[in-house]
């Protein structure tokens, strides 16, 4: 057991290698540590990278998921999404941030995506006001915006090492959105479908990692549900003139649970055993769930 | 049923929460409701037991609305987690005991000692790509990259819209200035349609267990892929998987999404790879079976689904697939059916084992003399050129599937037949080319000939009975000693051993001559078969000698003639193999084989010769129609073609392919036309439209184009003969119509240019330039009177009027040519369309706009255009009273500034009161203030010149006070 000064948020080994096992940390005072677990007194590397609370934190290019650097992406309530690269202190590789004088969103979410080769990388950001905003690290461009006018609470490829196939993100009042990725149409952006499981927040989703077309939600009221997205007959058409543009596919929830009656505001499933799944609720619980027939799905 | 009595008596009143009438709390209402929505509602109401607890009416609601909708969302219910008493005693003992099995598995790799250590992760780093940003600066020189770090906090953006206009190539130069500009470039810009993902992985410093998890999950990915349909991704993430551990699964799964791309010969290979690993793997064998029967190797196919069969035996695909099998090869040969397996197989193999030895040679000496002696055979020097060519042609092949195979298959022959050292290949350098290309295929190859190798030695056997069946006799005929000779080489043919083959086959050749007086069909057969012998080893220059001595003796016999071909195709003297391919396509169309490398060389042709390959072609012989009748009455094909005009099938099938290529020229040709047109080059547009029309000759476009230039080029009755041209094919072409009318015009006579225009105004009303022309035509034609100045003058409207209509049509939009006021307007694809409304607003003088939009949409045509003449037309037939309305919120100071100077320049003089009126009104309109206020000083003095010319041009409608008062409005 470790003790910090600052209570921590978030935290991920997603840009880690398999061996290293370095965990990644954001903390209440918009700090970034990368800890060894096996020499945790000083942190590896350090930043202050934000005025307030990390809120959210992703890895990519660690773990064997995701070609390319490892980089960590942190969102933070001062409304900036900064990518760190472990290699390079004090500064980050990339910043996003409002405008000046534009009002400052809180960013509650982050994922990075598209990792499929060394080039290409995007992160998405989910903000307090519903904006979801798709940022290209490779052209370094905001490649896509929208709003699902409820906060976002949770955003998340299905995979984040292959060319951007879904995105599922969920909102404050208990729906989510799933977007087709594939197809981006030039003004109308990514075909979604959307879904409302409960009344509650969506507090998180995971895609399976054995089956990115399966997802798990968290919800508000401690409920767990799990849907499996089916794809359309045919994921794009010809609009009226001629540009393709993605069409989405059906969303079927396939099991739900209620665990406690207190939000799951956290939800992991295991790499390796397809179908075990951990969640932290507010309950101050952790639970450890396993799925079966998944196989069957 | 005591509970639904309650509602019977409650049928007055409605819930609390829905308003539903009580009386719908009811068996029988629920049952007959087919509105979801109201079921929902009653469902949510029975649930909440305001209204009273009914278990069983709940139920049976809910049962209702699952047949209606069983996924409706009222259904989902909160379910607790499942414990172990959820589940039977067995499921719950698989789900505990595959837990606890994985639960030990990981602690035992957890104990294992976790050796590469620091080494590896220092390695895997060096790996690593360079940090984001820095990444265009050398990371060698350290001091180099501390500069540019701080040079790069700089320039990174700190906010959106600085991300937006972050111009990445400026700050990579910035950077580093110059060096490896391109570098970056390319790195930032180049986002490829297609995404380009590593086939490989890089494992340097995995552990096993790392490599086996990435494999997993490459796999994984491959999987998900291949279950939408990705079938191209699909094959690359199993490639990965594959490139970290090979497995059979994965090459399994590879194989399958290769049968979904019908990329056979990939699928063979990964099948054979699985079925190396796990001979008995079912999958493997059906997926084989699959890709044999598309190649049509029926008899490989059988043999797989039969071992399938024996290990599951109740396997109905497989049942049906067998049945299938035994269709087609009935419908292939009805008469000698067991000799019929073997036929197409011998093709395809035949197909697979070219050769290009000796290519130097010279046969076509032999050839000529060979048979169908129309055959002009190109010489010498021809096969050189093609020597020069063939790697080119080569790599062509390869990128489509159907063409790979036959390449790859040959390649690997190269290497057989130059480790055997049969021949010194004369190309060897070529070859050798070849197998460091393919290097990677040929292993795979080397197993799959093998395998196809049996039944093509049936074949064979069977083949030198059956080839020549047409002929009425068989092998019966041959003398004993020869027929001996004769099967003792089909085995050997089959077992593989060819050499061998051949030996026997010669003797029973010398045998059957030394008795001479032989019917010449035995002896043909003998030399076909000895042919597929040679072809196998890949001695194509002695395999076209047999398959020549053989037509000599049979003419027109399909063995030989395809032998041949594939001999000459494995030469690459793809013209004589085309020609023969053609030959045997004449006597049996259905020959999949043939047809498909006739349609591999035509492409290769048309490569290597251009657009004109056919002329280099010599004649392809036509085959005498008894031939083709020689077939049918040995009922040996199913072909569709009818025997009777063999010239016209000829014919036919020149043209298609004609067709095809034709096409692809045609374009070009016609895209070249166009950017003449646009770049004002009306001759050399014409030229190319003209060459256009050589190769089609419907197509209207080309014709109405090629008029428009001849009218650019004042060449009317030119013009007027392609606009008839079109006309006589498409009796309502309105722009032939419009394009013969000025055409006429153009020739003064204007009597059948009046015509043409009411034709084309007949045809859509709606072409206001027609109405235009005729009426000035029209004029013409009453004045009778033709001043060349003045036609000059008109000869320039007309074209930029005609640019107007091209404007409309998405095919000849490049056609906008850019004259006059257009030039500015024309550079660009997107100005040409915009150009549409601006002309259309000059020319029409614009109907009045019947509400805002239209107004917004011709006023950013005039204001996008700067076109006063045109604004002061609409001010001219809009009721300034309306202005206001039509303005809504959308006055901005560019269109009132545009505004005043048209009231300025063109209105004041003619129509004071109206410019006045609108003046007036224009100050009532929203926003005017605000635009009042923002305008800069020159403005205003246009503004306050135009009243003064408005005082000037004082009439009745206004008086000065008037003017004085509105001037204050104004701020003057």
């Known amino acids: ?297 | 049923m005591g509970d639904e009595s309650v509602p019977f008596l409650l049928d007055q009143g409605t819930t609390k929460t829905y308003q539903i009438p009580i009386g719908h709390l009811d068996y029988k209402f629920i049952e007959k409701c087919t509105d979801v929505k109201h079921l929902e509602k009653i469902l949510r109401v029975l649930r909440s037991g305001e209204e009273g607890c009914y278990p069983e009416l709940t139920l049976f609601c809910e049962k209702r609305i699952e047949h209606l909708d069983p996924r409706s969302r009222a259904l989902r219910k909160d379910k607790p987690a499942a414990t172990p008493s959820d589940f039977t005693a067995e499921e719950w003992e698989t789900i505990n005991g595959e837990l606890m099995s994985w639960v030990t598995e990981m602690n035992e790799d957890d104990k294992k000692p976790q050796f590469l250590r620091t080494d590896t992760l220092h390695e895997r780093q060096d790996n690593l790509p360079p940090i984001r940003c820095s990444s265009s600066c050398l990371p060698a020189n350290q001091n180099k990259t501390l500069q540019n770090k701080q040079r790069n906090k700089k320039n990174i953006p700190r906010d959106y819209n600085e991300w937006d206009k972050f111009d990445v190539e400026k700050e990579c130069s910035k950077i580093d200035e110059g060096c490896e500009e391109n570098d970056s470039k390319a790195r930032f810009f180049s986002r490829p349609s297609l995404p380009i993902i590593e086939k490989k992985i890089d494992t340097t410093g995995m552990t096993k267990k790392e490599k086996i998890f990435v494999a997993t999950r490459e796999k994984e990915k491959g999987n998900e892929a291949f279950a939408i349909g990705d079938y191209v991704e699909a094959v690359t993430y199993y490639t990965r998987s594959i490139s970290v551990i090979p497995t059979a699964a994965a090459y399994n799964n590879k194989a399958q999404a290769e049968i979904k791309l019908q990329d056979w010969d990939s699928a063979l290979q990964d099948c054979e790879k699985v079925l190396d690993m796990d001979p008995g793997n079912v999958k493997a064998l059906m997926r084989r079976a699959t890709v044999h029967i598309q190649l049509q190797n029926y008899q490989p196919a059988i043999e797989d689904l039969n071992k399938v069969l024996c290990v599951e035996p109740e396997n109905t695909i497989v049942k049906k697939n067998l049945v299938e099998i035994e269709k087609k090869l009935k419908g292939l040969k009805p008469v000698s059916e067991t000799q019929g397996k073997g036929r197409r197989i011998l093709i395809q193999d035949i197909e697979d084992s070219e050769d290009d030895e000796e290519r130097g040679e010279n046969t076509e000496e032999r050839e000529r003399s060979g048979r169908e002696k129309k055959i002009g055979v190109p010489v010498g020097g021809e096969a050189a050129t093609e020597e020069a060519e063939m790697g080119n042609a080569h790599r062509k092949f390869h990128s489509k599937g159907g063409g790979s195979k036959a390449e790859d298959r040959d390649t690997q022959k190269q290497k057989e037949s130059t480790e055997c050292g049969l021949k010194k290949e004369t190309s060897e350098k070529k070859s050798q080319k070849h197998l460091s290309d393919h290097e990677g295929e040929v292993n795979g190859y080397l197993h799959s000939d093998q395998k196809s190798e049996s039944p093509e030695a049936e074949s064979s056997k069977s083949h030198g009975a059956e080839s020549q069946s047409g002929g009425g006799g068989s092998s019966t005929s041959l003398p004993p000693t020869a027929a001996k000779l004769k099967s003792e080489g089909n085995e050997l043919f089959k077992s593989g051993q060819f050499g061998e083959a051949v030996l026997k086959y010669s003797e029973a050749i010398e045998y059957v001559i030394g008795l001479g007086g032989q019917s010449p069909d035995d002896l043909s057969i003998l030399y076909s078969n000895r042919a597929a012998c040679y072809l196998k080893e890949g001695n194509c220059n002695n395999c076209i000698q047999d398959c020549n001595r053989a037509l000599e003796l049979q003419p027109f016999s399909l063995k030989p003639l395809l032998r041949r071909a594939m001999a000459n195709e494995s030469m690459e003297r793809y013209r004589q193999a085309y020609i023969d391919y053609k030959t045997v396509l004449q006597i049996d169309s259905s020959i999949q084989a043939a047809n498909d490398s006739a349609n591999r060389i035509t492409k290769t042709l048309i490569d290597q010769d251009g657009p004109s390959w056919r002329e280099k072609l010599s004649p392809i012989p036509v085959v005498p129609v008894a031939a083709q009748l020689h077939r049918w009455d040995g009922g040996n094909f199913t072909s569709e073609k009818q025997p009777t005009s063999t010239t016209d099938i000829n014919r036919e099938e020149q043209l298609q392919m004609n067709r095809e290529k034709a096409e692809e020229k045609f374009k070009t040709l016609k895209t070249a036309g166009n950017d003449f047109v646009k770049k004002g080059k009306y001759e050399e547009a014409v030229n190319k439209y003209s060459e256009c029309m050589k190769l089609n000759t419907e197509e209207c476009t080309i014709y109405t184009n090629r008029a428009l230039c001849y009218l650019k080029l004042y060449k009317y009755e030119e013009a007027k003969q392609d606009c008839d041209h079109v006309l006589q094919i498409e009796d309502s072409n309105i722009k032939a119509f419009y394009r013969r009318a000025l055409a006429y015009k153009g020739l003064q006579n204007y009597q059948a240019s009046v015509d043409d225009f009411n034709r084309v105004l007949l045809i859509d009303p709606n072409v206001l330039e027609a109405k235009k022309e005729l009426e000035e035509v029209t004029q013409l034609l009453n004045i009778d009177s033709s001043a060349a100045a003045g036609s000059q003058q008109k000869q320039r409207k007309k074209i930029t009027i005609q640019e107007v209509t091209e404007c409309d049509d998405q095919e000849e939009r490049q056609f906008a040519a850019p004259e006059g006021v257009v030039t500015d307007h024309v550079t660009s694809k997107e100005a040409v369309q915009e150009s549409v409304p601006l002309k259309t607003s000059e020319k029409l003088r614009i109907s009045e706009p019947s509400n805002a939009y239209d107004f917004g949409q011709i006023i950013n045509a005039v204001n996008t255009n700067k076109d006063k003449a045109a604004c002061a037309d609409l001010l001219t037939i809009i009721d300034p009273k309306k202005m206001p309305v039509l303005l809504s919120n959308k006055l901005e100071g560019e269109i009132f500034l545009i505004f005043i100077q048209s009231l300025e320049y063109y209105l004041v003089g003619k129509d004071p009161g109206l410019v006045y009126q609108h003046l007036f009104y224009l100050s009532k309109a929203e926003r005017f203030r605000v635009v009042l206020a923002l305008l800069s000083k020159n403005e205003k003095e246009q503004v306050q010149q135009l009243f003064n010319s408005l005082s000037e041009n004082q009439n009745h409608q206004y008086t000065l006070e008037d003017l004085e008062s509105l001037k204050k409005v104004y701020e003057l």
């Open chain 1, 1 to 297: 057991k470790i003790e910090k000064a600052k209570p921590i948020k978030c935290g991920t080994f997603g840009a880690t290698s398999l061996q290293q096992r370095y965990l990644a940390t954001g903390d209440f005072g918009g700090s970034l540590n990368i800890w060894n677990l096996e020499a945790p007194e000083i942190p590896v590397y350090s930043v202050k990278g934000h005025k307030e609370i990390i809120n959210s934190i992703d890895g990519v290019g660690g773990l064997g998921i995701g070609e390319g650097a490892p980089e960590i992406v942190t969102g933070s309530r001062d409304g900036t999404v900064k990518v760190w690269d472990p290699r390079q202190k004090d500064t980050p590789v990339a910043n996003m941030e409002p405008v000046q004088g534009e009002s400052k969103r809180d960013c509650w979410t982050v994922a990075f995506g598209n990792a499929y080769n060394q080039e290409e990388r995007v992160v998405c950001a989910g903000y307090d006001n519903g904006d979801i905003k798709l940022f290209d690290l490779k052209t370094m461009s905001l490649r896509w915006e929208t709003n699902i006018k409820n906060g976002v609470c949770s955003v998340e490829f299905d995979r984040k090492d292959v060319n951007m196939n879904k995105l599922v993100a969920t909102s404050l009042e208990g729906k989510f959105h799933v977007f087709d990725m594939r197809t981006q149409h030039p003004t109308k952006g990514f075909a979604s479908v959307s879904e409302k499981a409960q009344k509650s927040t969506r507090w998180r989703v995971r895609p399976l990692p054995q089956n990115r077309d399966v997802f798990m939600t968290s919800g508000g009221a401690g409920s767990l549900h799990l849907w499996k997205y089916e794809y359309p007959a045919q994921r794009s058409k010809k609009d009226s003139e001629g540009v393709e543009m993605g069409v989405a596919g059906s969303v079927s929830l396939l099991q739900n649970v209620t665990l406690s009656t207190q939000p799951i505001s956290s939800l992991d499933w295991s790499p390796d055993k397809k179908g075990l799944c951990v969640c932290g609720a507010f309950d101050q619980t952790v639970r450890v769930l396993i799925v079966t027939k998944l196989n069957k799905v």
